[in-house]
C-alpha cells in the first residue's frame, strides 16, 4: 500500500481522525444541550458558594471593625457600652448610606440589581458594579447589628456571578435568566446549608415551576454549592435541635391550631414592614438619613434587649433548645419585629427571611408553652412548636409551602417532627393566602411586572428567542470543510446559504459520521450533495407555538429561522429556549 | 439489499472504449444510455444538473476516475452508469487531465445516505487490489462486468 506524504493529505487524515474521535466521545457521553446546561449549572452553584463566602468573611470582619469583637452579633451588643449600641448600628446605617449614594452615581445608567427582577421579567442581566455596591452596603448594616438577614446579599452575589458567567458564555435570555436562578439557588444552598430547599425555592417561589426543565440545573447548582462549602468550611446542619417526637396524636390539635396562628399573624408581618416602608419614605428624608434613622431605632432598642441586632439566629437557637423562658421571649419578639420594620423599612439592602425563621420560632414557642400552661399533655414540648411553627410561618410568609418543609428539615435534620411541620405548613399557607394574597416576594414581583410594558409580556416571536448568525458554509464548502466546522462548533447540524444567504438546507451530522475516515470523499463530496433541503425551517415572526410544532417529530436541537419571503437565514431557534420561555410565560400569565 | 454493492456489481448503463475529446462530451456520452433507464423522469434536467454540479467543483476522486453525480428531482431512485473512456482520457479539470473511468451517479433528492454509500462504496471498489487496472485494462464487456462484481463482493 502506498503511503501517504502529500502534508494537506495528512492534515487531512489527521483531522478526520479528530473528529471521529470526537464524535465516539459525544456518542458515549451522550451530552445533549441539557446535559451542557447542568455542566454551566454546576460552575454557578461552585462560583454562588465562594461569593457566599466572601460575603460572609466580609460581614464578619466588618462587623469587627465597628465593635471590636469577633464574636456573633448579639454576644457583641450584650458587651458594649450602652451608647455604642446606639453609635453602632448609626454608623452603619451612615456607612450603607454613603455607600448606596456613591454607588448612584457611579452606576446610574446601569439596570435593576434585582435577581428575581432579573430572572422573571428581565434579560438575566444583572449588572455588576451596581450588585457589588449593594452587597458592600449590605455588608455596613449587617455588620452593624441591623436587624436584617445576610442571606439576600449572599443570593444577589451568587446571582451576579452567574449572570457574569451566562453573559461570558452569551447564554440566550431563557438560559441566561435560568443560570441566574442557579446561582440564586446556589447563594440560598449556601446560606442555610440546604440544596433541596434552595432549589425549591426558586422553583416555587420565582419560577413558578417544578418542571425538570428548570428544577434539574437548580438541583445541580443547589448540590455543587452546598458540597463546595461543606468542603471549604466546618458547615453542618444550621439548627442543631434536640430529638422531637409526636408524643401523642392529641398533639395535631394544638398543632392545627399553631398552624392557623401562623398563617394569621405572617400577613400581620409582611403588612407591618410594608407600613415601615411607606413610613419612611414618607418622611421624605433622603436614603443617608433614613438609614441612619433605621439604625438609631434599632440601636434604642437594644439597649434594652441586645438580642433584636443581627438575623435573629442565635435566638432562634435559643428557643429551639428551650434556653430562653417565654416572658423574656415575648419581650424580644415584640421588640424585634419593631426592629426587623425598622431596619427594613429604612431601605437597608438585605434579606428577611432569617428574620420570618425568627418570628416563626417565636409564634411557635410562646403558642406551645402557652398550650403546655393549660394542657400538659397537649403540648409536651414548646421548643417542638417553635420548630414546627418556623416552617408554618415561613409557608405563609412566602406562599411556598413545598420548600418551608423541606428547609426545615435540612436545617435540622429532624425527621421526627414531619409529620405536624407538613400539616402546620400547608394549613398557615392557605390561611395567609385567604387573608392577604400578597407574599414576601409577590408583591414586589408584581409590581416590577405591572411596572414594564405590557406588550414585552405578551411578545412571543420566534424572533425573541432565536440566536443570530448561525454558523454557516457555502453550497461549493467541500466535505473537508464541513468536518472541520463539526469540529469546531458543538453542533448537529450545520445550515447551507447562498452568496446572498438564502438558506438551502442543512448537512447533518449524523448523515456523514460513518464516512469521515475515507479522505476520497474530502475532496469530491461539497455540501449541496449530501444537504436536506426538507430540513425544517421556522419563520422570525411565528410565534413561540408554532416554534413548538416545527420541533415535534424532529430530533434537531436547533432549527434553522428563514424569512419566509426572501428566503433569508436570520438565526437559529433552540429547542431548550423554547421549552424554558414557555414555561416562564405561563408563570407570567399567572402573575 | 446491499444497494451500492448491489448497484456496482450491476450498474444500470455499461460502456466501454467511449471516443470523447471533452468532458461536456463524456458526461453526454454516458447519460444517454442512463437516462433511458426506469426510473429517470426527466432526461434533460438530468443532465444539466450533473453538468451543474460538474461545473460548481470538482467530481474526481484521482487522476483517472471521475464521479459525476447530481442529487436531483430528475431521478426517483439512485441511477449508476459506469463509462470507460479511450486513452489518453480527458480533462475533467486542471488537475485530472486525463480521466478515463467514469461513475456517473444521479440520486433523488431525499436520499442522502444512500448517495454517500454509493460514492464510500465506489471508492473502496476503486482501491480494492488490481479492479482499478483491471477495469482500464479489461477486454470485454463481460470481463469489466466480472471485475465489479468481484471488487463490490470485496
Not at chain 1, 252 to 274: K, Q
Not at chain 1, 277 to 300: K, N, Q
Not at chain 1, 568 to 583: E, N, P, R, Y
Not at chain 2, 70 to 95: K, Q, Y
Request: hydrophobic share 50%; proline share 5%.
Amino acid at each position: 500500500m502506498k503511503a501517504v506524504t502529500d502534508p494537506a493529505a495528512l492534515l487531512m487524515r489527521r483531522l478526520l481522525r479528530l473528529l471521529r474521535w470526537r464524535l465516539w466521545i459525544q456518542e458515549k457521553l451522550q451530552f445533549t444541550e441539557w446535559q451542557i446546561t447542568l455542566l454551566w449549572a454546576a460552575l454557578a452553584g461552585f462560583l454562588g458558594a465562594l461569593a457566599s463566602l466572601l460575603f460572609s468573611v466580609l460581614a464578619e470582619g466588618i462587623h469587627e471593625l465597628l465593635t471590636g469583637y469577633n464574636s456573633g452579633v448579639v454576644e457583641t451588643m450584650r458587651q458594649l457600652p450602652w451608647w455604642a449600641r446606639i453609635l453602632v448600628p448609626a454608623a452603619g446605617g451612615l456607612l450603607a448610606g454613603l455607600t448606596l449614594l456613591f454607588g448612584q452615581r457611579l452606576t446610574r445608567e446601569q439596570s435593576s440589581t434585582d435577581y428575581m427582577e432579573a430572572i422573571v421579567i428581565g434579560s438575566g442581566d444583572l449588572p455588576v458594579r451596581s450588585s457589588l455596591l449593594k452587597s458592600a452596603a449590605a455588608l455596613f448594616t449587617i455588620g452593624s447589628g441591623g436587624s436584617i438577614g445576610r442571606e439576600g446579599p449572599m443570593v444577589q452575589l451568587a446571582a451576579m456571578m452567574a449572570s457574569m458567567l451566562g453573559r461570558w458564555r452569551q447564554f440566550s435570555p431563557p438560559q441566561l435568566r435560568l443560570l441566574v436562578a442557579c446561582g440564586a439557588a446556589a447563594g440560598i444552598a449556601s446560606a442555610y446549608n440546604a440544596p433541596i430547599a434552595g432549589s425549591f425555592f426558586v422553583a416555587e417561589i420565582i419560577l413558578g415551576t417544578i418542571a425538570m426543565e428548570s428544577l434539574g440545573p437548580l438541583a445541580v447548582a443547589a448540590v455543587v454549592a452546598a458540597l463546595t462549602v461543606r468542603v471549604m468550611t466546618n458547615a453542618h446542619q444550621l439548627y442543631r435541635v434536640p430529638a422531637f417526637t409526636l408524643n401523642s396524636p392529641w398533639e395535631m390539635g394544638p398543632y392545627i391550631v399553631l398552624g392557623l396562628v401562623a398563617g394569621t399573624v405572617a400577613p400581620w408581618f409582611l403588612r407591618s414592614l410594608r407600613a415601615a416602608e411607606r413610613w419612611f419614605v414618607g418622611t421624605s428624608m433622603p436614603l443617608i438619613a433614613r438609614l441612619v434613622l433605621g439604625g438609631i431605632i434599632v440601636g434604642d432598642i437594644a439597649v434594652f434587649v441586645p438580642e433584636v441586632c443581627g438575623n435573629g439566629y442565635t435566638v432562634v437557637l435559643s428557643i429551639l433548645n428551650g434556653h430562653i423562658a417565654w416572658a423574656a421571649l415575648l419581650l424580644v419578639f415584640v421588640a424585634k419585629w419593631v426592629a426587623t420594620a425598622s431596619t427594613f423599612g429604612s431601605g437597608a439592602p438585605g434579606g428577611v427571611f432569617t428574620p420570618t425563621l425568627f418570628m416563626g420560632a417565636s409564634v411557635g414557642y410562646l403558642f406551645g408553652a402557652a398550650v403546655h400552661t393549660l394542657w400538659p399533655t397537649g403540648a409536651s414540648s414548646p421548643e417542638a412548636f417553635a420548630l414546627v411553627g418556623m416552617g408554618a410561618f415561613l409557608s405563609a410568609a412566602t406562599y411556598a409551602p413545598v420548600m418551608a418543609v423541606i428547609m426545615l428539615f435540612e436545617m435540622t435534620l429532624s425527621y421526627d417532627i414531619i409529620l405536624p411541620l407538613m400539616l402546620c405548613s400547608v394549613l398557615a399557607y392557605y390561611t395567609a393566602k385567604g387573608l392577604e394574597g400578597q407574599s414576601l416576594y409577590s408583591e414586589a414581583l408584581k409590581r416590577k411586572t405591572a411596572a414594564i410594558p405590557a406588550d414585552l409580556l405578551s411578545t412571543g416571536s420566534v424572533r425573541d428567542l432565536m440566536k443570530t448568525k448561525p454558523e454557516t458554509v457555502p453550497a461549493t464548502a467541500r466535505f473537508a470543510e464541513i468536518a472541520r466546522m463539526f469540529l469546531t462548533v458543538r453542533i448537529n447540524h450545520l445550515y447551507v446559504v447562498d452568496a446572498d444567504g438564502r438558506f438551502l438546507g442543512a448537512v447533518s451530522l449524523h448523515d456523514i459520521k460513518p464516512y469521515l475516515g475515507e479522505p476520497d470523499l474530502a475532496g469530491l463530496v461539497i455540501a449541496s450533495d449530501i444537504m436536506r433541503e426538507d430540513f425544517p425551517r421556522i419563520g422570525p415572526k411565528q410565534s413561540l407555538s408554532d416554534g413548538l410544532a416545527a420541533f415535534l417529530g424532529v430530533t434537531a436541537e436547533r432549527l434553522p429561522v428563514v424569512e419566509p419571503e426572501s428566503g433569508q437565514l436570520v438565526g437559529s431557534l433552540a429547542k431548550g429556549d423554547l421549552l424554558l420561555a414557555l414555561v416562564e410565560k405561563r408563570k407570567k400569565t399567572e402573575v | 439489499m446491499d444497494l451500492p454493492n448491489d448497484l456496482i456489481a450491476q450498474p444500470d448503463v455499461v460502456l466501454l472504449d467511449v471516443n470523447v475529446n471533452t468532458r461536456a462530451a463524456a458526461l453526454r456520452a454516458v447519460h444517454t444510455p442512463l437516462a433511458l433507464v426506469p426510473g429517470v423522469n426527466d432526461e434533460a434536467r438530468f443532465l444539466r444538473d450533473l453538468q451543474e454540479r460538474a461545473r460548481v467543483a470538482s467530481v474526481c476522486i484521482a487522476a483517472e476516475v471521475a464521479l459525476p453525480h447530481a442529487r436531483t428531482s430528475a431521478v426517483d431512485r439512485i441511477v449508476l452508469g459506469i463509462g470507460r473512456l479511450e486513452a489518453p482520457g480527458v480533462a475533467f479539470d486542471a488537475e485530472h487531465p486525463q480521466v478515463r473511468l467514469v461513475f456517473m451517479i444521479g440520486t433523488p433528492k431525499q436520499q442522502v445516505e444512500g448517495y454517500l454509500k454509493l460514492v464510500s462504496s465506489i471508492s473502496r471498489l476503486l482501491k480494492t487490489e488490481g479492479v482499478r487496472a483491471g477495469l482500464l485494462a479489461a477486454a470485454t464487456e463481460a470481463e469489466f462486468r466480472a471485475l465489479l462484481v468481484r471488487g463490490a463482493g470485496a
